[in-house]
Nanobody
Framework: QVQVVESGGGLVQPGGSLRLSCAAS????????MGWYRQAPGKERELVAD????????YYRDSVRGRFTVSRDNAKNMVYLQMNSLKPEETAIYYC???????????????WGQGTQVTVSS
């Protein structure tokens, strides 16, 4: 199986910045897609940003484009999310996601991190 481990969450003031990190490990043969979701209280989980294998550009939801930067280190099976100018409404649990294949399971499967709390408050 694939393990997904996150770090970097915490409390930040409005307008501040945080950098989230995520590492995937296991018998991975390929990670087709790797990125970040978030879920605020009372709301559904939403895609924030991701990077697909072989792509030179990342996807960002409209509300974060220009403020957030997602980057991927394919050699290390890691993905990062640099979040700048954070807003209180972006308080949520942030989840790392990977669509990956393994030696045991060649087809793509979804793997999720445990989630890390990001709180934007003064």
């Amino acid at each position: 199986q694939v393990q997904v481990v996150e770090s970097g969450g915490g409390l930040v003031q409005p307008g501040g910045s945080l950098r989230l990190s995520c590492a995937a490990s296991g018998s991975i043969t390929s990670i087709y897609n790797m990125g970040w979701y978030r879920q605020a209280p009372g709301k559904e989980r939403e895609l924030v940003a991701d990077v697909k294998l072989g792509r030179t550009t990342a996807y960002y939801r409209d509300s974060v484009r220009g403020r957030f930067t997602v980057s991927r280190d394919n050699a290390k099976n890691m993905v990062y999310l640099q979040m700048n100018s954070l807003k209180p409404e972006e308080t949520a649990i942030y989840y790392c996601h990977a669509a990956a294949s393994t030696v045991q399971t060649p087809s793509l499967r979804d793997y999720w991190g445990q989630g890390t709390q990001v709180t934007v408050s003064s």
